[in-house]
Every structure is written in C-alpha cells, then in structure tokens.
C-alpha cells in the first residue's frame, strides 16, 4: 500500500510536519511537529499542531506514532501537546541518550532529569521495523547533524529530517555538539543507495531567491543536481566543503529554547517554586 501524505509548512521556522497514513479512517503517524513559540514574549500557542489534529480528525485517523527525526534546533516539538490530543507513541532515535547527556551539562538541568531517553515512550534503532496500520515502516539511522538523526522509510516515501534539503539548497550543517560531516556524508549515501524513484520528504526549506518553498524530491534529483553531494563529490570534498560553510553560520534563532524542550519529547521543564516554568539561557557556552 503506497502511503498518502499530507504537509503541514510552518512558516515562521521554515518545518514541514507531516501526516502519514495508510487511509482514511486509518492509521498514522505524525512526523516532526511543531509547538509555535515567541522568543520575544516566551510565549507558546498551539495553532500549528491544530491544524494537524483538526486534519487527523477531519479524516477519522488514529494516531499510533508521533515521529522525532533528531532533537530539533530550530523549532520546539509539539509531540508532547499531540499526545494528550490525540494519543500515540512519541518515538526517536535510540542515540537521543548522547544528545540529552550532552545538553543536561549544557543547561545544568535537574537532577532529576535522567539522559536515557525515558521521556519519549519508544526508542528506535538502525533498520527497526514498525507499522503505521497498513503500512510497512523503516527506522533509517542517518546521523552527522546530530548522533540521533534518525530517518523514517514508509513505503515509497523516506522523511529525511535535516539530513539533507532540497538540491539547490544542500545538506545540513554538522557544527553542533556531537555532529560530524564524515558520518553525515554516510548518511546520505545511504539514503541516496534507495531506488531512484523513491520520494524523499525534507523537513526543512530554506529557497533561494525566486524559487517557491518545495519540501519533496526524489533520490535520481538528489543524486544528479544536491549542491554539496550530487554523485561523484567525495567524502573528502563533502567534509570541506561542509566544514568551511559551517564556520560562517550563525546559531538558530531558537537552537536555546528548543533544545530543553526537544530533549523531553516536547515537554516544559518542571514548573520551580512559584508556579512558572522557565527556559535557560547559559551566557557563552555554546
């Protein structure tokens, strides 16, 4: 059963969230949601994960799987919030435990906080086999961005997260802690090993001047016109190339605040004393 998809563009972080199912009235999976917030006033609101439960509903789906391809730098998740409304397991990839162990330091979260990955309800490994219903689905390690970039394979159709974007804008940058362009170049490889009529959904946007927001492609487009890893770039070039470009780019507008939240699978740091729950801001760290 070939999957249908439906996207949802969240202008203001450049996401792309997805639905996953295998028909109406069926079963789904939500990939890389997104929880709007307002860096300047600390605000959150939901009307970006609204918009995919009125859809889940409108169709009649339940929920088994909502998808975290890595712990997002530029936008918080809404996995938490979509739980509550709809149900289903938040899942993502087993190597979260690095990132969490990493940015527990980082942040100087509470003792209480526990970097192995319990928050989320399911941990994936490398080739794990799921079902969405009728769908078959395939957990595909891709790490390089971050060690837990995970990719989901649903038939025909791969959500690549930030491994790779559209051709003309490239790959994703490997400068946060724990990233590595050598283990990205793999990961691409490997996604772009798949046949070449395979769709591939990217999470992100970034289009250059002229050209309209696009988020799928193909492994034959990837594979002849991707910027930075088109066939016959080596892996030697690939790493210059990315390590040059990664030297030149500013941190994500939201890379402090979603973090501490991505970490939880989308849920707010506990509440402290008075009855507010604060985000941390660590001055020169990163």
């Known amino acids: ?80 919030y979509l739980r509550d409304k709809l149900g289903g397991k938040i899942a993502i990839g087993a190597s979260i435990t690095q990132v969490q162990d990493v940015f527990k330091k980082v942040f100087h979260l509470e003792p209480e906080f526990r970097p192995d990955g319990s928050q989320f309800d399911q941990l994936l490994h490398d080739n794990e086999a799921f079902r969405i219903g009728q769908l078959k689905a395939q957990a595909l390690a891709v790490p390089g961005h971050t060690p837990a970039c995970m990719a989901y394979q ?33 990961s691409v490889r490997k996604l772009l090993s798949l046949p070449d009529e395979t769709r591939l959904f990217m999470c992100h946007d970034y289009p250059p001047a002229g050209r309209a927001v696009a988020w799928q492609t193909t492994v034959a487009d990837q594979r002849a016109k991707n910027i930075h890893v088109h066939d016959g770039v080596t892996e030697e070039a690939f790493v210059a190339l990315r390590t040059q470009r990664d030297a030149t780019l500013e941190m994500p507008v939201l890379i402090l605040p979603s973090v501490q ?25 990163l």
């Not at 804008?169 to 400068?175: E, N, P, S, Y």
């Not at 506990?270 to 507010?276: D, I, K, Q």
């Open 154 to 186: 649903v038939g025909d159709a791969v959500f690549v997260g930030d491994t790779m974007f559209m051709p003309d804008v490239g790959t994703a940058r490997c400068d946060f802690p724990g990233g590595n362009a050598h283990a990205l170049y793999q």
């Open 1 to 80: 059963m070939k999957p249908q998809i439906e996207a949802f563009f969240d202008d203001a972080t450049w996401t792309v969230s997805y639905v996953v199912f295998d028909q109406p009235g069926g079963h789904c999976a939500v990939v890389d949601s997104v929880l709007d917030y307002d860096p300047k006033s600390g605000r959150t609101r939901t009307r970006s994960a609204d918009k995919i439960v009125a859809f889940v509903q409108g169709q009649g789906l339940t929920v088994q799987w909502i998808l975290e391809t890595h712990a997002h730098a530029d936008h918080l998740s809404a996995a938490h």
């Open 261 to 285: 939240v991505n970490i939880r699978a989308g849920e707010m740091p506990p509440p402290e004393a008075n009855g507010v729950t604060y985000l941390k801001i660590p001055v020169n760290a």
